[in-house]
């Protein structure tokens, strides 16, 4: 073992031994996905699993029905890779950042949290808020979530490139190629000009969505993350201005 690795090594028997389990000797984990950074699902860990976790680099749990370590993905091979492990300001929580294969969820489902408890759209508003600011609130396009349709369409067209479904347009743009993905972004671009130059904006929101739609199929198609593009956005927003 080199230096380097015995000092890794030493700093997170430090770190596990000053962890604050709870009663039960266990630690609320968070796991979320690296790219989207969805949250997948909560489990607890227990000094061993979170040990076998870090020595591995797949999620380990503790399962307290079963009173028995769990490997992610032992059964179902939806086994999740550790890019990271933080822990709160109270050292009593983990957050745990994986590149998931395969679903989270025992259901099938991506997340785990796929349920959602309805809002009064009222209480979300402040008695001085604009009618714009109502108006995003009452179609759900809260500041937090306002885009999130934008990385389930992208989960979507990713699950599509993998499992192939016959009959979906999806599938129809990935099995014919980037000649033909590129084609239909060129269409699409061109009829959101027209119908920007027609004023007619009926037909400008129709057609950006088809845009932005293909062009989604084609960042999956070259496997380049929107995260990445809303990554260069946010760097050019806060370069320093030249006039």
């Known amino acids: 073992m080199s230096q380097e690795q015995e000092n890794r090594a030493l700093s997170q028997q430090e770190i596990v031994e000053g962890i604050r389990w709870n009663e039960a000797g266990l630690l609320p984990a968070i796991v979320q996905d690296e790219n989207s950074l969805e949250v997948l699902m909560f489990a607890y860990m227990n000094e061993e699993s979170l040990r076998l976790s870090l020595e591995n680099g797949q999620t380990w749990f503790w399962s307290r029905s079963r009173s028995e370590l769990w490997h992610k993905g032992g059964t179902s091979g939806n086994t999740q890779a550790i890019t990271s492990i933080h822990y709160d300001c109270d050292t009593d929580t983990l957050l745990v950042k994986v590149i998931p294969e395969g679903p989270a969820c025992h259901t099938g489902a991506t997340s785990c949290f796929f349920?959602?408890?309805?809002?009064?759209?009222?209480?979300?508003?402040?008695?001085?808020?604009?009618?714009?600011?109502?108006?995003?609130?009452?179609?759900?396009?809260?500041?937090?979530?306002?885009?999130?349709?934008?990385?389930?369409?992208?989960?979507?067209?990713?699950?599509?490139?993998?499992?192939?479904?016959?009959?979906?347009?999806?599938?129809?743009?990935?099995?014919?190629?980037?000649?033909?993905?590129?084609?239909?972004?060129?269409?699409?671009?061109?009829?959101?000009?027209?119908?920007?130059?027609?004023?007619?904006?009926?037909?400008?929101?129709?057609?950006?969505?088809?845009?932005?739609?293909?062009?989604?199929?084609?960042?999956?198609?070259?496997?380049?993350?929107?995260?990445?593009?809303?990554?260069?956005?946010?760097?050019?927003?806060?370069?320093?201005?030249?006039?």
């Open 115 to 243: 349920r959602e408890i309805p809002l009064l759209n009222t209480a979300a508003v402040s008695k001085t808020a604009n009618k714009a600011e109502v108006d995003r609130v009452a179609a759900g396009l809260t500041d937090g979530d306002r885009f999130a349709v934008l990385g389930e369409l992208e989960r979507v067209i990713a699950e599509r490139e993998a499992d192939r479904p016959e009959g979906a347009y999806t599938t129809y743009l990935f099995d014919k190629g980037v000649d033909k993905i590129l084609k239909k972004v060129g269409e699409e671009a061109s009829e959101t000009i027209i119908a920007a130059k027609n004023k007619d904006n009926a037909e400008l929101r129709l057609e950006v969505s088809d845009l932005i739609y293909h062009l989604l199929v084609l960042l999956q198609e070259r496997k380049l993350p929107l995260d990445e593009i809303m990554q260069e956005l946010s760097a050019r927003h806060e370069r320093p201005r030249r006039d």
